[in-house]
């Protein structure tokens, strides 16, 4: 189980969220078989969507990111809800490449930085917003950070990391996000820049054993910073046959009709791997209903 901590400057200047999502970003790399690079790629976009998740007021809001930039790792997407549980996948999971020169996993490569980075949040009430920024990097956090500075002005520092083992397994992840609120000035911007100028890699301090709490309270430095609340997170899939059932309804009745002469129909999820089996007779009520 993952963790997620707020917190915020005791002046009330700036924002911060810092979250531990090895166990979710391990459960990805299972469900998936994602390579080293493509498990990078995947968490950091993973816990970079979480914290957008938790920023949501809406309780039945959720945010999707797809990040797509030509590489050879195709469309990697997450969706988180608005408690910071998040779901994703990898389009080419099994992509493999060589190591950076500094011996990192090159998941700008993977990515790739000719595309776009797509946000939708759906705040539940049918009308949901999309924001799209060019990708900077492909390596996920500079595209959060140039998102929230073009599209939505918020100055914002964006940290995400991942360590993977040489047997795929995860040996930790998370990340922080720290935002500007609208009582900082320029004497604040001054300050958290050079607080932060020095800091060490995420992946560094999680190993280091420090904990979200630990990050919110040492990454910001001269800043006060006052824990507000901290979560649970997961990996969670919220498929279920039902929802399966009215995506084929979804697809047209001649579409269904032409299934229903198949021996059978099997859909998987493609978050969780969680397949969905319809037999002739299944697809023939389906056809039934939507008819209706």
């Known amino acids: 189980m993952g963790k997620l901590v707020r917190s ?9 969220m810092a979250s531990d999502t090895t166990d979710i970003v391990s459960a990805a790399q299972k469900i998936h078989g994602t390579s080293k690079v493509c498990t990078a790629a995947l968490g950091r976009l993973l816990t970079g969507c979480s914290f957008m998740g938790q920023m949501m007021k809406e309780e039945k ?22 408690l ?14 060589p190591l950076k020169d500094n011996g990192k996993l090159d998941v700008g490569g993977a990515v790739g930085c000719d595309g776009y980075l797509s946000v939708m949040k759906d705040f539940g009430t049918g009308d949901p917003y999309t924001g799209q920024v060019p990708i900077v990097s492909g390596e996920i956090a500079e595209d959060i950070t140039s998102y929230y500075a073009t599209s939505e002005q918020i100055p914002t520092v964006c940290a995400l990391g991942v360590l993977v083992n040489q047997d795929k397994s995860v040996a930790c992840a998370g ?16 300050a958290l820049e050079k607080c932060i100028s020095d800091v060490r890699p995420v992946t560094t301090m999680l190993a280091e054993g420090m904990t979200p709490e630990d990050i919110c309270r040492t990454v910001p430095g001269s800043f006060d910073m006052e824990i507000l609340d901290s979560f649970d997170i997961v990996y969670r899939c919220d498929c279920s046959r039902s929802k399966v059932e009215k995506a084929l309804i ?7 009709d032409d299934m229903s002469n198949d021996p059978e129909t099997s859909v998987r999820c493609q978050f969780c791997g969680e397949t969905y089996v319809f037999t002739p007779e299944d697809i023939r009520r389906l056809l039934i209903r939507a008819a209706k």
């Open 250 to 256: 979804s697809v047209g009745a001649k579409e269904l």
């Open 84 to 97: 910071g549980n998040v779901k994703g996948y990898v389009v080419n999971p099994g992509v493999e490449l």
């Open 8 to 16: 915020i400057s005791s002046d009330g200047t700036v924002m911060m």
């Open 61 to 82: 809001g959720s945010v999707t990111l797809r990040i797509n930039g030509g590489g050879p790792a195709g469309s990697v997407i997450a969706v988180s809800d608005s």
């Open 175 to 190: 990340g922080f996000i720290i935002q500007l609120l609208p009582a900082a000035d320029e004497n604040t911007v001054s």
